[in-house]
């Protein structure tokens, strides 16, 4: 048996029907994660960057290839793999609380004074405990995001898994969200998926940047060590040589060999 | 013309039963007159409690309904002063039917609070109060049936295609239309009635429940799905609370058409009930009564309609 990787993705191709015949939207796409790394998925928009969480995340099948997860065929969404979506989809007639609550219960055994302080541990960790009992229309953007990466580890999932998270805040709360995830990982050490098309983003959160070619037929076109050590601090990191020059690699990749679609066609 | 002036202090009456303790609070002189209750809330108005603020704006809300009401009456007794008018003027409608309007509850005794109604010659409201019973019983059957089939075709893609033509022609059926085939199956009044209810009810409730479960976005279905709900608590945890506001709007819808259809089949069934009121009222030349009956059903309508979007209300800020 093939020594395989914590989470293995082999052979991975997503083909849509359509109506002008079926749309390949990720063609043979072969991925190893480690336990504990932190994995950001860039590529521009479309290239299905979104379809592969998908399939880790099970939600999507694969038309072809296997998701390993320790050893085990990933083929139905579950708890395991908790998403963190970029609309955040929190639940709008739940309270904070509840909303966090709903997920702990369906993955936690234990009493129920157990769960609820792991429920308010959760939400200490994005310091959110302030607003236990507001319903997510009375939170900003950041804060919904917040909840919903609380709600998300506290399914103590065996991989994390990130839609753009950040993706529809402003540049300074996505900041602090990002200091919080780094935080949080710090801590917990989370094997993570992340998704996103910010470099600086991608290059100060993640172990590894996995940059995707442009679809159709999207592929990996290129992977990515980031050696910085942590803890990481973004103002110190963007002074650092490594930092600057794996942020032009993944520029060069995005904005040079992967511009635009045509290129794609051609090459 | 005494009988304007009657007819005008007669709704005159409401609006200062209405805004009460509002026009006493605010100034000293009880206004007279609808008119006078306009001018008399703007100024003290900034000063006083929130409750005296609250009724203020209540009485703003109702004042233009009064005074198009009035403005009815008014040209409605104007038009048909004549003694040969063959639609009685207001005046006529409260001198000749005095004894419907003032004993709605004849023939009622009530024993502490526990009410028992004698039989034969009875007062409006307990023919209210029976169609009311009866829309109870089929609009109840209406929501839970009609909720069951709407979130079965909303979730189902086959059970819609397979059943959605199908609720599409029979919803456009007009109530009384089914009359006949419920009688010959039920064979008596009071099954017939309800199952008339129940199918005039059920097909709004079907249709927006399904809308809505339709609507719910695929983030929700997608949480459900990484939490692994099963169909149980994704059905009581997300689909349910996504889906109550369109269920009430059909629940609304519903209500509305039941309390339509309730009287239609009464008119013809007869025996018991509001629509039996009028009914009878038209057959003993009575058209005063008739008038009063419709004035009655248009309010206990309105008030259905407004209990129904309440509790619509509440589970949505709860649930």
């Known amino acids: 048996m093939k ?14 029907p359509t109506r002008n015949g079926p749309f390949t939207a990720l063609d043979q796409i072969d991925l190893s994660i480690e336990k504990g790394e932190f994995v950001a998925l860039i590529g521009h928009s479309g290239c299905g960057k979104s379809t592969l969480l ?9 038309s072809r290839g296997v998701v390993f997860l320790d050893g085990e065929v990933i083929d139905r969404p579950g708890p395991d793999r908790a998403v963190i979506f970029q609309d955040h989809s929190l639940l709008p007639w739940l309270t904070v609380e509840e909303n966090v609550r709903l997920a702990v219960d369906q993955t936690m055994k234990g009493s129920r004074a157990e769960r609820r302080d792991w429920v308010r541990h959760n939400l200490e960790l994005v310091h959110m405990t302030h607003a236990l009992g507001k319903r997510p229309a009375e939170l900003s953007g950041g804060m919904k995001q917040r909840v919903g990466i609380a ?10 898994l990130m839609d753009e998270p950040f993706g529809a805040l402003d540049a300074l709360t996505r900041a602090s969200l990002q200091d919080a995830v780094m935080d949080i990982q710090a801590k917990t050490n989370n094997t993570v998926v992340m998704i996103t098309h910010d470099v600086d983003e991608a290059v100060l959160l993640a172990d590894r940047v996995v940059m995707m070619t442009n679809g159709p037929a999207a592929t990996i076109g290129e992977d990515l060590r980031v050696g910085l050590p942590r803890p990481r601090n973004r103002i ?20 040079q060999r992967f511009s635009n679609p045509a290129d794609q066609a051609a090459a | 013309m005494l009988s304007t002036a009657n007819a005008v202090a007669t709704f005159s009456h409401t609006p200062e039963t209405a805004d009460d303790g509002e026009s006493e609070a605010v100034v000293a002189p009880p206004s007279p007159a609808p008119a006078a209750a306009a001018p008399s809330k703007e100024l003290p108005v900034r000063r006083l409690p929130r409750i005296v603020e609250a009724a ?9 309904t009064l005074v198009v009401i009035a403005a009815l009456l008014a040209v409605w007794q104007f038009a048909c002063a004549a003694p040969t008018s063959a639609l009685p003027s207001p005046s006529r409608i409260w001198t000749e039917s005095h004894d419907v309007i003032m004993h709605p509850l004849k023939g009622v005794t009530f024993h502490g609070i526990v009410p028992s109604v004698e039989d034969g010659d009875v ?10 019973r009866r829309v109870a019983i089929g609009f109840g059957l209406a929501a839970l049936c009609g909720i069951g089939l709407g979130v079965l075709i909303g979730q189902s893609r086959l059970a819609y295609r397979a059943l959605d033509p199908l609720f599409q022609v029979l919803r456009t059926v007009p109530p009384l239309a089914w009359l006949p085939i419920s009688l010959a199956v039920f064979q008596q009044a009071q099954p017939s009635t309800i199952f008339l209810i129940f199918i005039t009810a059920i097909w709004p409730v079907i249709l927006n429940t399904a809308a809505g479960v339709q609507a719910i976005p695929p983030t929700y279905r997608n949480v459900g799905k990484v939490l692994a709900l099963n169909p149980y608590q994704y059905f009581v945890k997300i689909m349910l609370p996504a889906t109550v506001p369109h269920m009430f709007t059909g629940l609304r819808i519903g209500v509305g058409m039941s309390w339509l259809a309730i009287v239609a089949a009464e008119m013809v069934q007869g025996g018991t009930g509001i629509g039996f009121f009028i009914w009878d009222s038209y057959n003993s030349s009575l058209l005063t009564d008739t008038i009063v009956a419709l004035v009655w059903i248009g309010l206990v309508g309105f008030s259905l309609d407004r209990i129904v979007g309440w509790i619509g209300r509440r589970i949505a800020h709860q649930s």
Request: no cysteine; glycine share 6%.
């Open chain 1, 54 to 62: 998908n399939v880790i995340a099970g939600l999507t099948k694969a």
């Open chain 1, 3 to 16: 020594n395989r990787s914590y989470l293995a993705l082999e052979g991975i191709s997503v083909t849509f």
């Open chain 1, 236 to 255: 110190e990191v963007a002074e650092s040589r490594d930092y600057i020059q794996a942020r032009a690699e993944v520029l060069h990749f995005l904005h």
């Open chain 1, 151 to 160: 709600r998300a580890i506290a399914m103590s999932p065996r991989v994390l």
């Open chain 2, 56 to 64: 203020g704006e209540a009485a703003a809300t109702i004042f233009p």
């Open chain 2, 123 to 132: 007062g409006i409201a307990v023919h209210i109060v029976t169609s009311l």
